[in-house]
T-cell receptor, first 111, second 115 residues
Framework: GEDVEQSLFLSVREGDSSVINCTYT??????LYWYKQEPGAGLQLLTY?????DMKQDQRLTVLLNKKDKHLSLRIADTQTGDSAIYFC???????????FGKGTKLSVIP | DVKVTQSSRYLVKRTGEKVFLECVQD?????MFWYRQDPGLGLRLIYF???????EKGDIPEGYSVSREKKERFSLILESASTNQTSMYLC??????????????FGPGTRLLVL
């Protein structure tokens, strides 16, 4: 398909791990991004991964990339109520400076 | 830290008014972008600019125009506001000189209500 696909909603209990999945469109995409949007705010860059990497870890965040399946995931360990937000994945195609965004996954953390 | 600011957090305008949304970045970025965000539709690119006085249409440019007279400032103009332009408007900038520099940094957003 032509769209970056994400599930719209995810609900987890505080302390559990959250896994947000994304399917992107172009196997030649160079960088893939995860952004976080808290209510009423702009988008905050969380992390990005270069397309020749399989995994990137940054504190509680783990990004996994499966280029063959064009699948990207974001795992948040020990999810906290402050992690409640909308998470967007995005890709940049080779030779472009435009980002293509998914529609966002709303993560709700239950205390 | 990169800082992208938008002139207003909230705006209320009437149908037919001319509306200016201003965005300023302080990191000497080449590229600047305007998106609108609507529930269930995600972010949609309206216009972007890769240099002063240069602009390119995004996915939904109809009803909008832009102006980039200085590198740090990118304005979005609604020539005659309509109710279907009620939305959250997000500005972003990126360095624009290589792949990793395409990381976009976003402002806080302007929530526009057109009555």
């Amino acid at each position: 398909g032509e769209d970056v696909e994400q599930s719209l909603f995810l609900s987890v209990r505080e302390g559990d791990s959250s896994v947000i999945n994304c399917t992107y469109t172009d196997s030649s995409s160079t960088y893939l991004y995860w952004y976080k949007q808290e209510p009423g705010a702009g988008l905050q860059l969380l992390t990005y991964i270069f397309s020749n990497m399989d995994m990137k870890q940054d504190q509680r965040l783990t990004v996994l990339l499966n280029k063959k399946d064009k699948h990207l995931s974001l795992r948040i360990a020990d999810t906290q109520t402050g992690d409640s937000a909308i998470y967007f994945c995005a890709e940049v195609w080779a030779g472009s400076y435009q980002l293509t965004f998914g529609k966002g996954t709303k993560l709700s953390v239950i205390p | 830290d990169v800082k992208v600011t938008q002139s207003s957090r909230y705006l209320v305008k009437r149908t037919g008014e001319k509306v200016f949304l201003e965005c300023v970045q302080d990191m000497d970025h080449e590229n600047m972008f305007w998106y609108r965000q609507d529930p269930g539709l995600g972010l949609r690119l309206i216009y972007f600019s890769y240099d002063v006085k240069m602009k390119e249409k995004g996915d939904i440019p109809e009803g909008y125009s832009v102006s980039r007279e200085k590198k740090e400032r990118f304005s979005l103009i609604l020539e005659s506001a309509s109710t279907n332009q009620t939305s959250m408007y997000l500005c972003a900038s990126s360095q624009g000189t290589g792949f990793a520099q395409e990381t976009q940094y976003f402002g806080p957003g302007t929530r526009l209500l057109v009555l």
